[in-house]
């Protein structure tokens, strides 16, 4: 059988991710490689709970997680964040500063990760240039998608924050029940109805 057949490693995936985010090439990442742990996450496992310490970082091969806070005053859920298919997951404010959580973060589907350990990380740091610029480039990612979310509460209509959502994470409108979206929106059910209604209308 011809190896161009063959369907990528879960690591070889991770490395061309990491190559187009920050330029981690196969010899860099190489350093990497005995520090990356595989693990499958049933659907509400938790990948981190509140108030614990984030320690990990990683990097979602399959599978939808959401972050989100329970307000005091009604117990309701509130999600926050998604990660979804090929992007990297963590309680980002918790594990860069080694602090406790303020959110859940959890599966919604049964999912795959590959994760590292916040200790091997700073190792890399200190190792390589490249992995410390990787470093950088994700805590300026954590930062700008903070800012984003908050911005767009203030600036941005529900039908473009949706559209925004549907863009970042195309999968996440098959995976999950669309009250986990009207929550990220924050709006109700019927609005999130009438926002789909008019997109498939144009």
Request: proline share 4%; hydrophobic share 35%.
């Amino acid at each position: 059988m011809s190896s161009e057949n063959l369907e990528p490693t879960p690591l070889q995936v991770l490395q061309q991710a990491l190559f187009t985010l920050a330029g981690i090439d196969e010899q860099e990442f190489q350093i990497s490689e005995g520090f990356w742990q595989f693990r499958k996450y049933e659907k509400k496992e938790s990948f981190n709970d509140y108030k614990q310490v984030c320690k990990y970082l990683g990097f979602v091969l399959e599978g939808v997680f959401r972050t989100y806070f329970i307000q005091e005053e009604t117990g309701e859920e509130k999600n926050v964040f998604f990660f979804s298919k090929h992007q990297v997951i963590s309680s980002f404010q918790s594990f860069l500063t080694q602090s406790p959580c303020k959110y859940y973060t959890q599966a919604m589907t049964e999912s795959q990760v590959l994760y590292i350990h916040k200790e091997h990380l700073d190792q890399l740091y200190n190792t390589s240039h490249k992995w410390e610029r990787m470093g950088r480039l994700m805590a300026e990612m954590a930062f700008g998608a903070a800012m984003s979310r908050a911005e767009s509460f203030m600036f941005t209509p529900p039908e473009e924050r949706y559209l925004e959502l549907v863009a970042q994470h195309p999968d996440l409108l098959n995976e999950v029940p669309l009250y986990h979206i009207s929550s990220y929106l924050g709006i109700q059910g019927p609005s999130l109805s009438r926002i789909r209604k008019r997109i498939s209308g144009k």
